[in-house]
C-alpha cells in the first residue's frame, strides 16, 4: 500500500505538537494544536498550486509545500522557551516568549490566507477550518498581550510581507512556502527586535556576544538587497562593478555596522573581539585548532575538483563525500560546546557572515573569486540547490548554530537547564551532525528496506538513532555540565521522533531537525 509521505509528517509533527501542549498545558498551546490542524488542510491547497503552476513565485521543484513543520517551528519554540523561563522566574523572558508563539501563528495564519486567495474554486471546508483556528489565535492574542506586544507581532508581520515579496522575486526556486516562512519569518523578528533595541538604548542588556547575530543578519540582508537590485540594472561582471561591491560592503561595515554594534557592547567592536579571544590560552588553541579544520575542508573541495578534472565532467560528489563536511563540523562545534561556548557562538556568527559574503561574491560573479567559487562549488550541488543560490553549506551551518544561539541563557540560573535541557546547544550536533550524516551513509551504502512512501531507509534510521544515544553517553562522559535527571526515555523519545522526521521530510532537514529536537529538549 502506498503511503504518503506528507500524512507521514504531518502525524509526527503533530505528535510533538502534542509533547508540548501535554508538558505546557495553556491557552497557547490550545491554540498551537488548532493551528496544526488547519496547516495540514492548508499545505493540500498549497501543494496542489506547486503541482499546477498556481503559485504566484516560482519556489523549489521536487519538494512539497512544507507548511505544516514550519508554521509549528516559532510557536512550540516560544511555547517551550516560556515554559523553561517561567519556571526560573524571568518574567521578562516570559513574556518575549509568549510575543514569539503570536508571532509564529500570525505568520503562519497570513501564508495560509495566500493559499486561500489565491486557490479556485474556493475551498470552502478549508476555509472554516482556517477561519475557527484564526478566531481561537486572535481571541487568545487578545487575552493574552499587551498592546505593546500586539504591535510588536504586526510590525513583525509588516517587516514579513514586504521582505517575502522582495525575496521570492529576487531568489525563485530557492525555497518552498514553508521554507520561506521558516527563514524570512525568523529573519524579520530578527530585524524587529534590532530595530527595537536601537530605539531604546537606554535599555539595553545582557551579554554583548548575543547582538553580533542580529547586526550580521542585517547587515547580510541590506548588503544583499542592494546589490541585487543594482545588478538588475547593470553588469555584475566587470571589474569596474566589482571594485564598486568590495567598496560599498567596507563602507556597510566599517561606517554603518561597526558604529551600530559598539552602540550595543559599548566598545569598538574589533577591540572588544581582540580582548575576546585572547583572554586565556585555551581560546587561542581553538581557533588554532579551528583554523587547521578550516584548511582540511578547503583542502578536500580542491581535491574532488582536481579529480573531477582528471576525470568524467559530469563527476558528482557522492553522498559520503558530502558527509565528510558534516564529520567536519561535528569535529569543530564538540570541542567548542564543551570548552568554551561563548566562543562558539561569535565564531559561528563570524562564519556565518563569511558564508554569506562568499556567496554573493559567487552569485554576482565578482571578481576576482567569482567564477573561481562557481566553478569550485558546482561539484557538490544536489537537488535542493535548484535555484541560482547555494544554501546547502549555510544550512549546515545554521543548523549546528541554531541551538547556540537560542539557548536560554538567562533562564538557566546555573549556567545549564536540568535534565534533559542540558542537551539542547547539542540538538545540531546530534540531529545533524550525528543522526543525518549517519542515517545517510549507513541507508545509502547498506540500506535495503525502504519506509513507505519514501526513498530513505528503515536501516538508516535506526543506525541514525542508535549512533545519538551513542553520542549522548560520550557528552555525558566528557561534559560535566549535563545531567540528565533520570530523563533518558524522553531523550530517547525525541530523538526517534526527529529520526522519523527526517525519514520522511522532504525540507531542509539541516535546519528543521535540530530545530525540533531543541524544542523537544527544552520541555
Known amino acids: 500500500m502506498q503511503i504518503n509521505p506528507v500524512f507521514v509528517e504531518s502525524a509526527v509533527v503533530l505528535a510533538v505538537v502534542l509533547c508540548v501542549h501535554m508538558a505546557v498545558w495553556n491557552q497557547h498551546s490550545w491554540c498551537s494544536i488548532a493551528l496544526v490542524i488547519q496547516a495540514f488542510y492548508v499545505q493540500h491547497k498549497w501543494d496542489r498550486l506547486l ?78 477550518i482556517a477561519g475557527m483556528a484564526g478566531s481561537a489565535i486572535l481571541y487568545t492574542t487578545k487575552q493574552t498581550l499587551t498592546v505593546s506586544e500586539v504591535i510588536e507581532v504586526l510590525e513583525v508581520l509588516l517587516i514579513f510581507v ?38 531604546n538604548l537606554a535599555e539595553v542588556k545582557g551579554d554583548p556576544v548575543n547582538y553580533f547575530l542580529p547586526v550580521v543578519v542585517v547587515g547580510s540582508l541590506l548588503l544583499g538587497v542592494f546589490f541585487a537590485l543594482l545588478f538588475c540594472f547593470m553588469e555584475s561582471e566587470t571589474w569596474v562593478s566589482s571594485l564598486f561591491f568590495h567598496m560599498m560592503t567596507a563602507v556597510l561595515g566599517l561606517g554603518i555596522l561597526m558604529p551600530w554594534l559598539s552602540l550595543f557592547i559599548g566598545r569598538h567592536p574589533i577591540m572588544w573581539l581582540l580582548d575576546f579571544v585572547t583572554l586565556n590560552e585555551r581560546r587561542l588553541c581553538l581557533l588554532g585548532y579551528w583554523v587547521f579544520l578550516a584548511s582540511v575542508a578547503t583542502c578536500v573541495v580542491l581535491h574532488q575538483n582536481y579529480q573531477r578534472q582528471s576525470g568524467s ?36 556568527v563570524g562564519c556565518l557572515a563569511v558564508f554569506l559574503l562568499l556567496e554573493y561574491i559567487r552569485y554576482f560573479r565578482i571578481k576576482p573569486l567569482g567564477q573561481l567559487l562557481r566553478q569550485l562549488l558546482t561539484l557538490f550541488l544536489d537537488e535542493r540547490d535548484s ?32 535534565g534533559a535541557g542540558g ?15 549517519v542515517a545517510s551513509v549507513f541507508g545509502s551504502t547498506m540500506g535495503e528496506i525502504r519506509w513507505p512512501g519514501t526513498k530513505k531507509t528503515m536501516e538508516g534510521t535506526a543506525t541514525s538513532v542508535f549512533a545519538q544515544i551513542i553520542a549522548v553517553a560520550m557528552f555525558l562522559i566528557f561534559d560535566g555540565s549535563i545531567n540528565l535527571n533520570s530523563t533518558y526515555s524522553w531523550i530517547v523519545g525525541s530523538i526517534s521522533l526527529v529520526a522519523m522526521l527526517e525519514a520522511y521530510t522532504s525540507q531542509i532537514d539541516n535546519l528543521l531537525l535540530p530545530l525540533y529536537l531543541f524544542i523537544l529538549l527544552l520541555l
Open 51 to 128: 503541482r499546477s503552476g498556481g503559485a504566484v513565485f516560482q519556489f523549489r521543484p521536487a519538494a512539497n509545500s512544507g507548511i505544516v513543520p514550519a508554521s509549528m517551528v516559532m510557536p512550540l519554540l516560544g511555547l517551550a522557551l516560556r515554559e523553561r523561563c517561567s519556571a526560573s522566574g524571568n518574567v521578562y523572558f516570559e513574556r518575549f516568549s509568549m510575543v514569539i508563539t503570536v508571532t509564529g501563528m500570525m505568520l503562519a495564519l497570513f501564508l495560509s490566507l495566500i493559499a486561500l486567495g489565491i486557490t479556485r474554486p474556493v475551498p470552502t471546508n478549508t476555509c472554516v
Open 387 to 418: 535555484g541560482p543560490l547555494i544554501l546547502t553549506h549555510i544550512y549546515l551551518l545554521l543548523g549546528m548554530s541554531l541551538p547556540i544561539w537560542l539557548s536560554p541563557g538567562p533562564c538557566a540560573p546555573k549556567g545549564t537547564l536540568p
Open 423 to 437: 542537551l539542547v546547544p547539542y540538538a545540531g550536533v546530534l540531529a545533524v551532525g550525528v543522526g543525518d550524516t
Open 313 to 348: 565532467k559530469k563527476h558528482q560528489a557522492s553522498t559520503v563525500v558530502r558527509k565528510y563536511f558534516h564529520l567536519i563540523v561535528v569535529a569543530t562545534f564538540v570541542p567548542g560546546l564543551i570548552y568554551d561556548r561563548q566562543l562558539l557562538h561569535v565564531a559561528s
Open 162 to 199: 514586504y521582505l517575502s515579496l522582495i525575496v521570492l522575486y529576487l531568489l525563485p526556486r530557492c525555497f518552498t512556502p514553508g521554507e520561506a516562512l521558516l527563514i524570512v519569518g525568523g529573519i524579520s523578528f530578527i530585524v524587529n527586535q534590532l530595530i527595537k533595541r536601537s530605539l
